[in-house]
Nanobody, 115 residues
Framework: QVRLVESGGGLVQPGGSLRLSCVAS????????MNWYRQAPGKQRELVAA???????NYVDSVKGRFTISRDNANRTVYLQMNSLKPEDTAVYYC?????????WGQGTQVTVSS
């Protein structure tokens, strides 16, 4: 059974930081591109950051310079370090594993940026 379990969300003030984690089980983690998506109320889900099997990373423009995605293949974990958080970063953040036609999702973790 494939499971992606996110953690690390919560309430933070503008300018603050959070680190999201996603632990995968039931997949050969090292062959998957790992992604973080987010979905704000009333908006479409968007790809925030991705890290390939080779460690290459990509980010949506709105988070460049503030967010960092990384992976630990030995522990089957992907991270999203989020700094200088803004109210517009408020969303449910989802972990995603992608390999060819195989695609899996976590249950999501809420991030709320508010004073």
């Amino acid at each position: 059974q494939v499971r992606l379990v996110e953690s690390g969300g919560g309430l933070v003030q503008p300018g603050g930081s959070l680190r999201l984690s996603c632990v995968a089980s039931g997949i050969n983690f090292k062959i998957y591109t790992m992604n973080w998506y987010r979905q704000a109320p009333g908006k479409q889900r968007e790809l925030v950051a991705a890290v390939t099997t080779g460690g290459n990373t990509n980010y949506v423009d709105s988070v460049k310079g503030r967010f960092t995605i990384s992976r630990d293949n030995a522990n089957r974990t992907v991270y999203l370090q989020m700094n200088s958080l803004k109210p517009e970063d408020t969303a449910v953040y989802y972990c995603n594993a992608d390999f060819r036609r195989l695609n899996y999702w976590g249950q999501g973790t809420q991030v709320t940026v508010s004073s």
